[in-house]
Nanobody, 120 residues
Framework: QVQLVESGGGVVQAGGSLRLSCAAS????????MNWFRQAPGKEREFVAR????????YYADSVKGRFTISRDNSQNTVYLQMNSLKPEDTAVYYC?????????????WGQGTQVTVSS
C-alpha cells in the first residue's frame, strides 16, 4: 500500500513558476514508476510527466515539454514537478500517481490532487 499526498499548488500569474511535491508513504517507493496527471474543469484527466524508479527515464506530454521537469528523491520518498513558464491552459487539479507491475499484478495509487490556477 502506498499513500500519496500532493502539495505546492496555488495561484500564479502566467509566466510564473510553481513546484509541486508528492510525498509517498511505504518502504517500496523506489520500486514505483511515478507519474503526474492533471484534470481541468470539464475535461478528462490527462498525462503530464513520468519518471522511472531510478530517475533515469523521463517522459513528458508535448504540451509541457521544455517547461516542466519531473524529478524524484527516493531517500525522501518524494517526487516533484517543477513547472515554469506557466500558461492559463495549465490550470487544473494535478494528481500524483504511483504505478508498479509486479509479476503481472498491477499496483496503482493516486493522491487527492492539488489545485493549480494560472491567471492571465
Amino acid at each position: 500500500q502506498v499513500q500519496l499526498v500532493e502539495s505546492g499548488g496555488g495561484v500564479v500569474q502566467a509566466g510564473g513558476s510553481l513546484r509541486l511535491s508528492c510525498a509517498a508513504s511505504g518502504r517500496t517507493f523506489n520500486y514505483y514508476l511515478m507519474n503526474w496527471f492533471r484534470q481541468a474543469p470539464g475535461k478528462e484527466r490527462e498525462f503530464v510527466a513520468r519518471i522511472s524508479w531510478n530517475g533515469g527515464s523521463l517522459y513528458y506530454a508535448d504540451s509541457v515539454k521544455g517547461r516542466f521537469t519531473i524529478s524524484r528523491d527516493n531517500s525522501q520518498n518524494t517526487v516533484y514537478l517543477q513547472m515554469n513558464s506557466l500558461k492559463p491552459e495549465d490550470t487544473a487539479v494535478y494528481y500524483c500517481n504511483a504505478y508498479r507491475n509486479l509479476a503481472g499484478t498491477q499496483y496503482d495509487y493516486w493522491g487527492q490532487g492539488t489545485q493549480v490556477t494560472v491567471s492571465s
